[in-house]
Nanobody, 129 residues
Framework: QVQLVESGGGLVQAGGSLRLSCAAS????????MGWFRQAPGKEREFVAA????????YYTDSVKGRFTISRDNAKNTVYLQMNSLKPEDTATYYC??????????????????????WGQGTQVTVSS
């Protein structure tokens, strides 16, 4: 059973930056793609970014392209989300997630949320205007 622990959230002014971290344990981390999702109050959870196991392919939702960067350090069993030029609409709880063992990994499935079976507890990001 994998465990995921996010950190790095906080309060930041619009235009500022934060780097989220997600530390994984209990699995062979380098064998898995990883995703970041977020959920704002009263809204559905939405895909933010994903990265394949090698780190060679990354995917983003349109609203964060050019501002957010997902990366991973397999030696540290950690995936990161660097968030720059933050906007008030980025305010949400951010979750990292790991897919089900053997799930079909494609751009579409990584963005859908359906293939993930393990989620962290979330870290709050608040962007003030």
């Amino acid at each position: 059973q994998v465990q995921l622990v996010e950190s790095g959230g906080g309060l930041v002014q619009a235009g500022g930056s934060l780097r989220l971290s997600c530390a994984a344990s209990g699995r062979t981390f380098s064998s898995y793609a990883m995703g970041w999702f977020r959920q704002a109050p009263g809204k559905e959870r939405e895909f933010v970014a994903a990265i394949r196991r090698s780190g060679g392919n990354t995917y983003y939702t349109d609203s964060v392209k050019g501002r957010f960067t997902i990366s991973r350090d397999n030696a540290k069993n950690t995936v990161y989300l660097q968030m720059n030029s933050l906007k008030p609409e980025d305010t949400a709880t951010y979750y990292c997630a790991a897919p089900t063992l053997g799930a079909s990994i494609t751009s579409a499935t990584l963005k859908s949320g359906r293939i993930y079976d393990t989620w962290g507890q979330g870290t709050q990001v608040t962007v003030s205007s």
